[in-house]
């Protein structure tokens, strides 16, 4: 007669830095705080942790399942480190999207460790060695790329909250869409008009169209043309928002 050894289950791995539950409260605060003052970046990641709950673990798990997603995911490229060598950024010729990125870093004043150091202002630890986390950083650092991509620039509030509906059409995180409705309604109650809603929705429907950008291999992706780039991803030209970009200016209302 031969016995039967019962195999030992395998515990679900933890997301660390995520809570399992979403804390709407914290949202709430953390999303009234950003609407009083744009540049309040650390609300963002607030949100973000508030709301996002398991988006990096599923997300990290749709990489896996797409060509060349293994192998991305195997190199795990911290991509803070990357984008804030100068030689890096220096070497991209002309056109290409890492030359738009280096541009858009110029215009800006940004960099991708001070996003990096925002995301951590709470003491919340983002360093963990867990592939759920490195997907969670990846996706944090790419924000600016994405700027770059979709035509959306880091303005307040306009390129922002578009670039964030385009954020929750291609990572299903509820943070972005807290931020996207947010933005949107104080903007009508400030400027009577749904324009500023439309180009957001413009944002999330361009996103929804558009090639998953979080599956791409950013290391070959910043050396591509930028023009064919956008092509291949199928970004189109958002309209709507550079029409919104023309009436804040004329109405003065580039500070909503």
Known sequence: MSATIAQPQAAPLPVPGTNTRRDWKGALTALRKLLQNGNDT??????????????????????????????????????????????????????????????????????????????????????????????GRRERDVHDIWHVLTGYQADEPAGEACLVAFSYAQTKGLGWAAIALGASLKARRVTGSWDFARAVIEGYRSGKRAAWLSGEDYEQLMHEPLDQARRRLGLSDPVRYRQLQVALAEMGKTGL
């Open 42 to 135: 650390v609300q963002v990641f607030r949100i973000m942790r508030a709301l996002n709950a398991d988006t990096a673990a599923r997300n990290y798990h749709k990489l896996l399942g797409r060509p060349g997603g293994g192998r991305i995911a195997y190199r795990r490229t911290e991509l803070t480190k990357l984008f804030s060598d100068p030689a890096y950024i220096a070497s991209f010729k002309p056109g290409t999207v890492g030359a738009a990125y280096r541009d858009f870093l110029n215009r800006t004043g940004y960099s991708a460790a001070g996003l990096a150091e925002v995301s951590m202002a709470d003491n919340v630890p983002h360093d963990a060695e867990h592939p759920y986390a490195w997907f």
